[in-house]
C-alpha cells in the first residue's frame, strides 16, 4: 500500500483533533466537577442521575414540612399550656367563690377576672401559626371563633318567627343540648348531643326521654333525667341564668385533619381538633359561671359544681397535649430518618455523577503528555514539500 504525504497529514490531524477532544473533556471535567456534561456521554450516567436527583429533591421538600410541621406543633403546643394556666385560674376562681365567706360585691369581681379570662382563651382559639389558623382544621384562613356574641344569646331567640331551633346549641350543667323536635305540650326538645344516635340510650324507655331541656315560650325551662332505679323520670327546674344558648357557628366545629407529608407515603396529623378543645361547651360553662357569680340570691354550695366542670376542661386540654406531644416525638424520629435518607441519597448521586478529582487531574497530566508527542512526532514526519524549495 502506498502511503502519501496527504495521507500521514490527514491522519496526524485527525488524532490531534481526538486528543484535543479528550483534553476538552477533561477540562470539562476539572470545571464542572462531574463525569458528563452532556445525556450523549453516558446515557446509564444521566438516567440514573435524574433519579436520584428526584430522591434528593424529596428528601429536601420533606426536609421543609418538617420545619412547618415543627413551626405548627411548636405554637399550637405553646397555645394549649395557656389554655391550661387560664382554665387552671377559673378553677381556682370557682373554688373561692364557692367560700360563703365571699359576699356578692366580691363575687361580681370574681367575675370580672373570669370574663378577662374568657376572652383570654378566645384569643388563644384564634391562635395563627404563619397566617394559619391552628384550631380551625382545614379552614386555616377563618378564626375558629368569630363573634364571640354568639356564644350567649337571650332565651327569646328561640321564639323569633325566622329562628332556625337546629343552628343553636344549649349548654346547661356540663353538657351540651341540640333541638330534636317538639312534645305533646308544644315545648322545644333539646337532647344531649353525646347521645343521639348513641346506641347506648335505644333502650325504649329512655330513648326519648335521657337527659333532655324542655323549653317553652313561658320561659319555663326544665331538665329531664331518667332514673334507672325507678324507670322515672325525675325533672328539675333549670334557672334562666344557668342556661346559655349558643349558635353553632359561634365556635367552628371543623374537625378535618390537617396533614403533612415528611416522607414517602406517610402522613402526620399536625393539628388539634378544636371540637375537643375548644367548644361552644367550654365558653359556655365559662359564661355560665360567669352569671352565677353575678346573682346573689346563690350559695357557695350552689357554686361548688363548677369546680369539677373546669375539671373536666382542664382534664380535656392536657390530653389533647399530650397526643400532640405523642405526635412530636413520632415527627421527631421520622427527622433522623429523613436525615439518614438525603445522606444516603446525596451520596448515591455523588458516586453517580461527581468526578473523581485525583483521576482526572491525572488523566489531564497524562493527556497532555501525550499531546505534545503527537504534535512533536507529527512534525518530524511531515517533512517539507516541493513548494517549501521553490520560496
Do not use: C
Request: glycine share 4%; no cysteine.
Amino acid at each position: 500500500m502506498r502511503v502519501t504525504p496527504t495521507m500521514i497529514s490527514q491522519n496526524t490531524l485527525r488524532h490531534i483533533n481526538l486528543s484535543y477532544q479528550k483534553l476538552g473533556q477533561l477540562s470539562d471535567q476539572m470545571s464542572t466537577q462531574k463525569k458528563i456534561t452532556r445525556p450523549s456521554q453516558d446515557p446509564v450516567v444521566a438516567m440514573k442521575g435524574m433519579m436520584y436527583r428526584t430522591q434528593v429533591a424529596e428528601v429536601t421538600q420533606f426536609k421543609r414540612n418538617l420545619s412547618e410541621v415543627y413551626n405548627w406543633m411548636d405554637t399550637a403546643d405553646s397555645a394549649l399550656g395557656e389554655a391550661t394556666d387560664a382554665l387552671k385560674r377559673i378553677r381556682d376562681l370557682a373554688t373561692q367563690a364557692s367560700n360563703d365567706s365571699y359576699d356578692a360585691s366580691e363575687r361580681a369581681n370574681i367575675a370580672k377576672e373570669v370574663k378577662q379570662l374568657r376572652l383570654h382563651l378566645e384569643s388563644i382559639a384564634n391562635t395563627k401559626s404563619g397566617n394559619k389558623y391552628i384550631f380551625n382544621g382545614t379552614d386555616t384562613l377563618s378564626p375558629p371563633v368569630i363573634n364571640s356574641n354568639d356564644l350567649n344569646q337571650p332565651l327569646s331567640t328561640l321564639f323569633t318567627a325566622d329562628a332556625n331551633l337546629e343552628q343553636f346549641q344549649l349548654i346547661h350543667g356540663g353538657r351540651t343540648f341540640e333541638y330534636v323536635g317538639e312534645n305533646a305540650n308544644g315545648e322545644f326538645v333539646f337532647q344531649d348531643v353525646n347521645q343521639i344516635g348513641n346506641p347506648e340510650f335505644d333502650d325504649p324507655a329512655f330513648a326519648d326521654t335521657a337527659f333532655q331541656l324542655t323549653v317553652s315560650e313561658e320561659n319555663d325551662i326544665r331538665f329531664l333525667q331518667p332514673n334507672r332505679d325507678t324507670g322515672e323520670v325525675d325533672s328539675t327546674t333549670v334557672r334562666t341564668n344557668d342556661l346559655v344558648i349558643a349558635d353553632k357557628q359561634a365556635v367552628s366545629a371543623n374537625s378535618q385533619a390537617v396533614e403533612v407529608e415528611l416522607m414517602k407515603g406517610v402522613k402526620v396529623q399536625v393539628n388539634i381538633n378544636p371540637n375537643d378543645v375548644f367548644s361552644n361547651q367550654l365558653f359556655g360553662d365559662i359564661i355560665r359561671f360567669e352569671q352565677a357569680l353575678e346573682d346573689p340570691s346563690l350559695t357557695g354550695e350552689q357554686l361548688t359544681g363548677y369546680i369539677d366542670q373546669f375539671l373536666g376542661h382542664i382534664d380535656q386540654v392536657v390530653s389533647q397535649r399530650a397526643e400532640l406531644g405523642a405526635r412530636t416525638n413520632r415527627v421527631e424520629m421520622m427527622e433522623n430518618r429523613i436525615l439518614d435518607q438525603e445522606i444516603s441519597a446525596k451520596k448515591m448521586m455523588s458516586d453517580n455523577e461527581d468526578a473523581d478529582m485525583e483521576e482526572v487531574i491525572m488523566n489531564l497530566i497524562i493527556q497532555e503528555n501525550i499531546h505534545n508527542a503527537a504534535l512533536g512526532t507529527g512534525a518530524r514526519i511531515m517533512q517539507p514539500t516541493l513548494l517549501d524549495f521553490l520560496r
